[in-house]
């Protein structure tokens, strides 16, 4: 059960308020999933109609609340379905970053390097050493419980790996922030 007064110790960042109409209640949660410690930025997206709502916001919606605590009582089993989804796009992507891999023919280590980056994955569980969970990122709520979870990977250390999550379910894996675009 996530203590309530984590919520208080959220930071609200209102600088994109201009652009977006959007304020975000941000901060890290560490835990525990699949066997490892998990430090992610937590981001909480709220639509408003104008600025002087701002000063009103101390923390997430109620409904923003019960999905993240949903989320984190459930991580374990939703992240087996998470592991399942980019087992899945990943079959898809690998050969691709394969080929894209730069290698020098007469420097085995370039291979080596290629092989460490975009392993050969026969099991989603075997993801587990190739992605890091670093974010969660939920807009204001709708008629579904969608959110996003970011991850490091060693295939795309410069775009990520994001993946749209609706009811608990993963429905789509992208690259980190191109996932977002999914609405």
Known sequence: MIDPSW???LTLEDDAYDVTEE?????????????????????FIQAIDN?????????????????????IEHSEYIQQHVLQIVFEHYQKIEERYRQAW??????PATIQERDQSIPYITQPE????YITLQGFLIKETSAEATYYLNFHCTWDTEHGLGVKVVDHQP?????FYTAYDID
């Open 7 to 9: 919520y208080t110790q």
């Open 23 to 43: 304020v975000t209640f941000e901060g890290d949660y560490t835990f525990q999933l699949m066997g490892q410690k998990v430090v992610m930025q937590v981001e």
């Open 51 to 71: 600025e002087e709502e701002i000063e009103h916001l101390t923390a997430p919606s109620i409904e923003q609340q019960q999905i993240w605590e949903h989320y």
């Open 102 to 107: 730069q290698i020098d023919p007469q420097d």
């Open 126 to 129: 075997q993801l587990k050493a």
């Open 171 to 175: 429905v789509h894996v992208s690259t």
